[in-house]
């Protein structure tokens, strides 16, 4: 049976502290989740956010949507919370001027998009305007501190949520670092990131979480009772957008985590990609 993770517990056993609720870009209560299974919806392509798509719901978990673009493959299923800016119901778009897109990788010629769009809108059945929520403001400035105790999407298995803390703070970024894993995970953000929440949010709004990761073979727990003292990766350039990695097999055990940083003026060698 599923038990919910004891933070009360957890927290003690760490000495550490929770972010407080006013540093995240959350609503206070997380939002109900009225969507259904096969509801359609308009989403903003992740791949290509200057285009609107018309996307299907997967999965409803918590307060979050599991969301695949019509015309798209089962590859490319991507995560919004309800109250998502970049969701809105189907004829949003057309009133405010726009055309509906084709996704990226749409999987039939760009000609067929037309009929394959009626088609697809044919019969759906929508989601209602009213379920759709606000985005909740974003904090006026970054509030989080060093080794403060947060839940934070793993964005390389965005269906999970999971025990983290804040490794560093810099300027409007944070350092989200997974407790119990050996930084593989890890990645910088904006305090206002939609993929954060306070301690408590999964239990609150009905989604499973990720405890941390386990003792390794020593015996000795791999949890972070201290704020690394070494300094971590500085935040990538703020205009870089990554795409979402393909989910990883749930299956096997984490392989060791390798960091390789090479100076954007070296090459590699022929092995190594650094342009990446
Ligand atoms: N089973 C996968 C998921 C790891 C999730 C880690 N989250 C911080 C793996 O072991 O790679």
Redesign the pocket.
Same mark, same amino acid.
């Given at each position: 049976t599923y038990q919910p993770f004891d933070w009360d517990e957890y927290l003690k056993e760490t000495n550490s502290v929770p972010a407080p609720a006013n540093c995240f870009k959350q609503a206070i209560e997380p939002p109900k989740n009225e969507f259904k299974v096969s509801m359609k919806l308009e989403a903003l392509d992740p791949r290509n956010v200057t285009s609107t798509c018309i996307a299907t719901v997967i999965t409803v978990l918590g307060s979050r949507l599991r969301l695949r673009l019509d015309g798209s493959d089962n590859k490319n299923d991507f995560w919004r919370l309800v109250d998502s800016r970049e969701i809105n119901p189907v004829g949003h778009c057309e009133k405010s001027g726009g055309m509906l897109q084709p996704p990226l990788g749409f999987r039939m010629n760009a000609s067929s998009w037309p009929m394959f769009l009626t088609k697809t809108l044919n019969g759906a059945l929508m989601a209602p305007a009213n379920i759709f929520q606000k985005e909740p403001p974003s904090p006026k400035c970054n509030l989080f501190q060093v080794g403060q105790k947060l839940e934070a999407v793993?964005k390389?298995?965005p269906q999970?949520i999971?025990c =983290?803390t804040v490794g560093a703070v810099k300027n409007d970024q944070i350092h989200v670092t997974?407790d119990?894993?050996r930084g =593989?995970?890890d990645y910088w953000c904006k305090y206002d990131s939609r993929d954060i929440f306070p301690v408590g949010w999964c239990a609150k709004s009905g989604h499973p979480m990720?405890p941390p990761?386990q003792k390794n073979n020593t015996g000795h727990s791999r949890y972070k009772f201290k704020p690394a003292l070494t300094a971590p990766v500085p935040p990538p350039p703020i205009t870089s957008t990554v795409a979402e990695a393909p989910e =990883?097999?749930?299956? =096997? /055990? /984490? /392989?060791p985590p390798i960091t390789i940083q090479i100076r954007k003026s070296c090459s590699g060698g022929p092995l190594i990609d650094s342009t990446q």
């Amino acid at each position: 049976t599923y038990q919910p993770f004891d933070w009360d517990e957890y927290l003690k056993e760490t000495n550490s502290v929770p972010a407080p609720a006013n540093c995240f870009k959350q609503a206070i209560e997380p939002p109900k989740n009225e969507f259904k299974v096969s509801m359609k919806l308009e989403a903003l392509d992740p791949r290509n956010v200057t285009s609107t798509c018309i996307a299907t719901v997967i999965t409803v978990l918590g307060s979050r949507l599991r969301l695949r673009l019509d015309g798209s493959d089962n590859k490319n299923d991507f995560w919004r919370l309800v109250d998502s800016r970049e969701i809105n119901p189907v004829g949003h778009c057309e009133k405010s001027g726009g055309m509906l897109q084709p996704p990226l990788g749409f999987r039939m010629n760009a000609s067929s998009w037309p009929m394959f769009l009626t088609k697809t809108l044919n019969g759906a059945l929508m989601a209602p305007a009213n379920i759709f929520q606000k985005e909740p403001p974003s904090p006026k400035c970054n509030l989080f501190q060093v080794g403060q105790k947060l839940e934070a999407v793993d964005k390389k298995n965005p269906q999970l949520i999971c025990c =983290a803390t804040v490794g560093a703070v810099k300027n409007d970024q944070i350092h989200v670092t997974f407790d119990g894993w050996r930084g =593989a995970f890890d990645y910088w953000c904006k305090y206002d990131s939609r993929d954060i929440f306070p301690v408590g949010w999964c239990a609150k709004s009905g989604h499973p979480m990720q405890p941390p990761g386990q003792k390794n073979n020593t015996g000795h727990s791999r949890y972070k009772f201290k704020p690394a003292l070494t300094a971590p990766v500085p935040p990538p350039p703020i205009t870089s957008t990554v795409a979402e990695a393909p989910e =990883a097999d749930t299956s =096997a /055990p /984490p /392989p060791p985590p390798i960091t390789i940083q090479i100076r954007k003026s070296c090459s590699g060698g022929p092995l190594i990609d650094s342009t990446q």
